[in-house]
């Protein structure tokens, strides 16, 4: 008879969405884990806030159900039934000339259609000249190569012209991501655009002759949320699971011990903790990931250290009844901003608008965004002058002249990760660098794999297999020492 597996002893350091998934897949493979979480709450940048009778997304605002992982994971936890999916509407774009609908068919990646774009008002009849030729300019350019990666920015203006990346790229993609679309990476940014990039596919007839997009599942919207926020699904994640759980502790070394690792944990007070792992998720912000790996390998945390990010901010207003009116007459459920605005303000969503949950209130929500990568001035304001110069902005952008309470001010200083371009080949480097100097330590979440929540979904299962295999080969080998 075979001896029952010992369980190994897994730290999760980091309570965020990876990590929690990270967590949730060990345990369930039986493995004995602990998670570790500086503040005191689980979510990391899912938070959902309570503002009078509404739970708020002050982080991230929906998953995207389009994304496998995500379908399933929802589905596994049995929270398909009560998905919110967001409402169909209008969003708007600031141009230097005033608010522009946004074409239809127009996404983070650029136009999937020319006609909408043609009468849209946004382009010059230049510009709209030169990006009717991506069809030609697709067959003639060279295609990337493999090993080669460029920025959002360069490929789109190379397709289209430069002005679609500066009047659709820039405020849709740019204002996702904080960052600059002539930076960010095309391979880790607009992985959808890559098959075109390298096989010179033309964007706008391969998109053309697409079937419809084919939803998710039949009863899965495409972008969801629940009644009670994110944190729904976050809360969802360790229940009913044997995993410990250590809030306010932060985990500020990581040495090796006779067998797998000792990590040196402080809470608030400054009392200090060893934890013993035989595996390690750093499921943190790669600032955070850094000193802990440096002194095994200078060169991962270089690697690390040399990751940017760019400080956002959110910030909910509440109109009351009266301007309800006008904001309904305004229509849409957001507003995107390019980076040569000048203002602060990159997005504003209408919240009341674009979420069920919040249709029937008496006041309207609005959720303003700010914060790009390169661009401090957020760190000049206290949370005061930040709401009020952002409210004055967003009355500025669509005119709406009336009283507005502010609700929440959130701050992310660990902020949006800048993957820019070379990201995946720096990332091979740093695992490749991990494997060698740290075994059995693995490094996931949205500094890796890409911010949205379904990749992190992805990434924290693929360090919980990364751990698992890791773990079974060790086992084995001392099966077959002993
Ligand atoms: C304002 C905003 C809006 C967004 N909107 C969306 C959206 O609508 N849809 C979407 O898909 N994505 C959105 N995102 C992105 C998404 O929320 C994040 O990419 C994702 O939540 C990151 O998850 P994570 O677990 O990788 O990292 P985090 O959520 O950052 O979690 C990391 C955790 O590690 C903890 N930690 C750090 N250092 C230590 C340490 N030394 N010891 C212990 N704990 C530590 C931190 O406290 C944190 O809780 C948004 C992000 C922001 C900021």
Same mark, same amino acid.
């Given at each position: 008879?075979?001896?029952?597996?010992?369980?190994?002893?897994?730290?999760?350091?980091?309570? +965020?969405?990876?990590? /929690? =998934? !990270?967590?949730? %897949?060990?345990? #369930? *493979?039986?493995?004995?884990?602990?998670? $570790?979480?500086?503040?005191?709450?689980?979510?990391?940048?899912?938070?959902?806030?309570?503002?009078?009778?509404?739970?708020?997304?002050?982080?991230?605002?929906?998953?995207?159900?389009?994304?496998?992982?995500?379908?399933?994971?929802?589905?596994?936890?049995?929270?398909?039934?009560?998905?919110?999916?967001?409402?169909?509407?209008?969003?708007?774009?600031?141009?230097?000339?005033?608010?522009?609908?946004?074409?239809?068919?127009?996404?983070?990646?650029?136009?999937?259609?020319?006609?909408?774009?043609?009468?849209?008002?946004?382009?010059?009849?230049?510009?709209?000249?030169?990006? +009717?030729?991506?069809? /030609? =300019? !697709?067959?003639? %350019?060279?295609? #990337? *190569?493999?090993?080669?990666?460029?920025? $959002?920015?360069?490929?789109?203006?190379?397709?289209?012209?430069?002005?679609?990346?500066?009047?659709?790229?820039?405020?849709?993609?740019?204002?996702?991501?904080?960052?600059?679309?002539?930076?960010?990476?095309?391979?880790?940014?607009?992985?959808?655009?890559?098959?075109?990039?390298?096989?010179?596919?033309?964007?706008?007839?391969?998109?053309?002759?697409?079937?419809?997009?084919?939803?998710?599942?039949?009863?899965?919207?495409?972008?969801?949320?629940?009644?009670?926020?994110?944190?729904?699904?976050?809360?969802?994640?360790?229940?009913?699971?044997?995993?410990?759980?250590?809030? +306010?502790?932060?985990?500020?070394?990581?040495?090796?011990?006779?067998?797998?690792?000792?990590?040196?944990?402080?809470?608030?007070?400054?009392?200090?903790?060893?934890?013993?792992?035989?595996?390690?998720?750093?499921?943190?912000?790669?600032?955070?990931?850094?000193?802990?790996?440096?002194?095994?390998?200078?060169?991962?945390?270089?690697?690390?250290?040399?990751?940017?990010?760019?400080?956002?901010?959110?910030?909910?207003?509440?109109?009351?009844?009266?301007?309800?009116?006008?904001?309904?007459?305004?229509?849409?459920?957001?507003?995107?901003?390019?980076?040569?605005?000048?203002?602060?303000?990159?997005?504003?969503?209408?919240?009341?608008?674009?979420?069920?949950?919040?249709?029937?209130?008496?006041?309207?929500?609005?959720?303003?965004?700010?914060?790009?990568?390169?661009?401090?001035?957020?760190?000049?304001?206290?949370?005061?002058?930040?709401?009020?110069?952002?409210?004055?902005?967003?009355?500025?952008?669509?005119?709406?002249?009336?009283?507005?309470?502010?609700?929440?001010?959130?701050?992310?200083?660990?902020?949006?990760?800048?993957?820019?371009?070379?990201?995946?080949?720096?990332?091979?480097?740093?695992?490749?660098?991990?494997?060698?100097?740290?075994?059995?330590?693995?490094?996931?979440?949205?500094?890796?794999?890409?911010?949205?929540?379904?990749?992190?979904?992805?990434?924290?299962?693929?360090?919980?297999?990364?751990?698992?295999?890791?773990?079974?080969?060790?086992?084995?080998?001392?099966?077959?020492?002993?």
């Amino acid at each position: 008879m075979t001896e029952p597996q010992r369980a190994h002893r897994v730290v999760v350091v980091g309570g +965020g969405m990876t990590g /929690l =998934v !990270a967590a949730r %897949r060990l345990a #369930l *493979a039986g493995q004995d884990v602990t998670v $570790v979480e500086q503040r005191g709450r689980l979510g990391g940048q899912v938070h959902t806030v309570r503002m009078g009778s509404r739970w708020v997304d002050v982080g991230a605002e929906a998953v995207h159900l389009g994304a496998p992982a995500a379908r399933q994971l929802v589905t596994e936890l049995g929270l398909v039934d009560s998905v919110l999916g967001s409402r169909a509407g209008q969003s708007w774009l600031w141009t230097g000339r005033g608010l522009r609908a946004l074409p239809a068919g127009v996404t983070p990646s650029g136009p999937t259609r020319l006609r909408p774009v043609l009468t849209s008002g946004v382009m010059s009849a230049r510009g709209l000249g030169r990006a +009717g030729l991506e069809p /030609l =300019v !697709a067959r003639v %350019r060279p295609g #990337l *190569a493999d090993d080669e990666d460029v920025s $959002v920015g360069e490929f789109v203006s190379s397709r289209f012209g430069a002005e679609v990346t500066e009047r659709f790229i820039d405020p849709l993609l740019g204002s996702l991501h904080a960052g600059d679309v002539h930076r960010l990476s095309l391979r880790a940014c607009a992985p959808a655009l890559v098959d075109a990039a390298t096989h010179r596919r033309s964007l706008v007839r391969r998109r053309q002759a697409a079937a419809p997009q084919p939803g998710c599942a039949p009863t899965l919207p495409m972008f969801g949320t629940w009644s009670g926020g994110l944190h729904t699904l976050t809360e969802a994640l360790l229940a009913g699971l044997p995993v410990t759980v250590r809030l +306010g502790c932060r985990v500020q070394r990581l040495t090796a011990a006779p067998t797998g690792y000792a990590l040196e944990l402080a809470d608030a007070g400054g009392a200090v903790a060893e934890l013993r792992a035989d595996a390690v998720v750093l499921a943190v912000p790669a600032s955070a990931a850094s000193p802990l790996v440096a002194p095994h390998s200078p060169r991962a945390g270089g690697i690390l250290d040399d990751a940017e990010v760019a400080k956002v901010a959110t910030v909910v207003l509440g109109f009351n009844r009266s301007a309800t009116k006008a904001l309904r007459a305004f229509g849409g459920t957001g507003v995107l901003l390019p980076s040569t605005s000048g203002m602060l303000l990159k997005a504003a969503t209408h919240l009341s608008r674009k979420w069920p949950q919040f249709a029937d209130d008496d006041s309207c929500l609005v959720r303003l965004s700010a914060g790009r990568s390169g661009d401090d001035r957020l760190a000049a304001l206290t949370d005061d002058e930040l709401a009020r110069q952002l409210a004055a902005e967003f009355r500025t952008v669509t005119g709406l002249d009336a009283p507005a309470e502010v609700l929440h001010v959130q701050r992310w200083p660990d902020g949006l990760p800048q993957l820019g371009v070379g990201h995946q080949a720096r990332l091979h480097t740093l695992r490749e660098e991990l494997a060698r100097a740290l075994p059995g330590v693995v490094v996931a979440g949205s500094a890796y794999e890409g911010l949205g929540l379904a990749s992190c979904i992805t990434s924290g299962e693929a360090a919980a297999a990364a751990v698992s295999a890791g773990l079974t080969r060790t086992t084995t080998t001392k099966e077959v020492r002993a």
